[in-house]
């Protein structure tokens, strides 16, 4: 299947700082990219949709001015936690696909512990 | 996206067959069943998906009534490395794709000697 990547797999920070994550497609294009949360022994919860090009589109509840999201590629999309403190700490997964009817595939996850 | 029930949790041996069993009933015409896998701290990776009948890969098959508002999981002679967390989930023709999931509690399978 096709492959996503993150980079970092695991980070720690200071509280106020802030963090960025990124998520690629290697080996195909993805003009929607997946952003999700989970907490330890908890599903998945989607935080935002990434659009190539364009503004994401966040969940109900999560706060576009903290975890601010770009996707300038079409193999790329970031998520930065800015300001980042504890109760960020947490478990991010981002998705990609490789089109309309395609199946999604996750990234391998990027721990982040803000201490 | 239709919401999905599944067992929090099974236990089973090396070597048997494992059937995990989700229920939609409120499954949608154009929906697919779609099925992930979770290790511990890492993402999810996809099993299987159907629509209906059976559908079968190299490592589950997915079985699906006609009134499609279950699905059953089946995975043959499972070993340690099966222990995870199986998550079905209910959604549109493009369920991946450009559409977002919604993902349930899943079932935590636990496979011993």
Known sequence: GAVVSQHP?????????SVKIECRSLDFQATTMFWYRQFPKK????????NEGSKATYEQGVEKDK???????????TLTVTSAHPEDSSFYICSASLGAGETQYFGPGTRLLVL | LAKTTQPISMDSYEGQEVNITCSHNNIATNDYITWY???PSQGPRFIIQGYKTKVTNEVASLFIPAD????????PRVSLSDTA???????????????KLTFGTGTQLKVEL
Not at chain 1, 67 to 77: E, G, Q, R, V
Not at chain 2, 85 to 99: A, E
């Open chain 1, 67 to 77: 975890f601010l999201i770009n996707h300038a590629s079409l193999t790329l999309s």
């Open chain 2, 85 to 99: 967390v199986y998550y079905c989930l209910v959604g549109p023709i493009l369920t991946g794709g450009g559409n």
């Open chain 1, 43 to 50: 599903s998945l919860m989607l935080m935002a949709t990434s």
């Open chain 1, 9 to 17: 797999s695991r980070v720690i920070c200071k509280s106020g700082t």
């Open chain 2, 37 to 39: 896998q979770q290790f």
């Open chain 2, 68 to 75: 499609r508002k279950s699905s059953t999981l089946s995975l």
